[in-house]
């Protein structure tokens, strides 16, 4: 049994660099997988609206409606699956965990690219589609705590917010290969073919997708789970894979787990986890998800127009995550996340302003859905590493998965549902842009009871 170490001491790292990358990569393709599909998802809304929404003769508004409460109740099963597989990555491993959700987003991803439409079997397709949905919800609430805490645990010491920063990068990754995908199909597909059968092609991709991420978690070294190590500490220093229990990686002879947090402790951190993502959560569907739709139903844009201006808007995200995940690391959490959350604010409506004139140039609409990723971006980059090191190794999977996936849940989720909606009793197109100001603006006050030097200490 190792001696505790005291206070800041650092010892050296225990996590080999082969593990730390390939922790990285597996703990990222989930990740790119899941947000491709929902990218997608998001992008051919009004074809899935048309195809399991609509029954002839129906309003489209209302079979657009439809499908982002679809869209919403795969959400609202994220906290779920981020309890159930959370405590599972928690008590028997991060490895399990991840293989297991990894599995079941892939084969429920491409079902939905075989399931029959409305046509052909009536109130039964929308009914499958969102069972399908809730299992892609289920799996997906699970992906984020078990990945963000194998890439943050695995970190190098001083770079804890670049590995988390992976995390949203394969997001934006996911959003822009989703949306490259759409964009190929509407150039080569009539609108016909593109209603019959090209909406299933981006679907049914993500099966040989998923059997490469398989493999690669397959590879992960095996962890043992922080709640089984007796005493809460690490016999010999190591476990098996030369990943310390919990991935103090800053700190690998120290003792590890500890008492379990009480859970009035892990609740209030799930609460203000919430918050301080509220805004990340809310402006990126917004502007990287919710937009094409929005222009279409509301602006009169063409579909090819909607996804071009959603691919900028994706590009500004990527282009700021890696750099902000590094930069908080020798900053703080708390500054740069503060920083993109108050420029998304300020800048919500006059850029919403900027893409609605139908006068304004083309290159400006592009700068402005540029901008508004990249803010958005601010918040996403240090976002991973900030809720990792909110929670204890004994709880870490399931604390962050739920604060991430409750957010999710209620303000990214319900955004499609909430603008189309409102957008359509009021006739206020500002809409989308009071959504996103609003929300980044109550994260503003959350974040600012961030420390200063979370990014310095070992995670516990």
């Known amino acids: ?31 790119f997988i899941e947000w491709y599909e929902f990218g997608i998802y998001g992008y051919f809304a009004t074809v899935i609206a048309a195809q399991f929404f609509t029954p002839e003769g129906g309003s489209e508004v209302e079979g657009l409606v439809k499908a982002y409460a679809s869209f919403a109740l795969a959400f609202f099963f994220r906290p779920v699956g981020a309890a159930v597989f959370g405590r599972f990555g928690d008590r028997v491993g991060r490895r399990p965990a991840l293989v297991v959700v990894v599995c079941l987003m892939t084969g429920a991803t491409a079902m939905i690219g075989l399931l029959p439409t409305y046509a ?36 190098p010491p001083g770079r804890r917010g670049r590995y988390g920063a992976w995390q949203s990068f394969t997001v934006a990754l996911g959003l822009l290969a989703g949306a490259a995908v759409a964009v190929v199909l509407a150039s080569v597909l009539t609108a016909s073919q593109l209603h019959g059968w090209g909406w299933r092609v981006p679907f049914l991709l993500t099966l040989p997708l998923g059997l490469v991420a398989l493999r690669l978690r397959l590879r992960l070294p095996p962890d043992e789970p922080p709640a089984r190590v007796p005493g809460g500490r690490v016999p010999g220093g190591r476990v098996p894979g030369g990943r310390v229990p919990g991935g103090r990686a800053e700190g690998g002879t120290g003792p590890e787990g500890g008492p379990r947090p009480r859970p009035g402790e892990t609740a209030r951190a799930v609460v203000l986890g919430i918050g301080r993502m509220m805004g990340w959560s809310a402006a990126g569907y917004t502007f990287l998800v919710v937009m094409p739709s929005y222009v279409q139903s509301t602006l009169g844009a063409t579909f090819q127009q909607a996804l071009l201006g959603t691919v900028l808007a994706n590009l500004g995200f990527a282009a700021s995550i890696l750099p902000a995940g590094g930069l908080s690391d020798r900053i703080g959490r708390r500054t740069v996340m503060v920083a993109g959350a108050l420029l998304v604010a300020g800048l919500a409506l006059p850029l919403l302003h900027l893409v609605q004139d139908p006068g304004a140039p083309g290159y400006a609409k592009g700068a402005a859905l540029f901008a508004a990723g990249a803010g958005v971006g601010l918040m996403a980059g240090p976002g991973p590493a900030m809720l990792a090191e909110m929670f204890p190794a004994r709880v870490r999977c399931t604390g962050l998965g739920l604060a991430y996936a409750l957010s999710n849940a ?39 009871t961030l420390r200063g030097d979370d990014h310095d200490r070992p995670l516990r």
């Open 120 to 155: 052909s079997i009536g109130a039964a397709a929308p009914c499958l589609l969102t069972l399908l949905r809730i299992l892609q919800g289920l799996s997906a609430g699970g992906e984020f705590g078990g990945a963000v805490s194998v890439m943050t645990e695995c970190a």
């Open 410 to 448: 209620v303000f990214s989720g319900c955004a499609g549902l909430i603008i189309t909606e409102v957008v359509a009793r009021t006739g206020n197109v500002d809409v989308p842009g009071y959504y996103a100001a609003a929300t980044c603006a109550v994260s503003v006050a959350a974040l600012l």
């Open 1 to 31: 049994m190792t001696t505790p170490v005291p206070g800041p001491v650092r010892p050296p790292a225990t996590v080999r660099p082969d593990d730390a990358r390939r922790a990285l990569v597996a703990g990222s393709v989930g990740n």
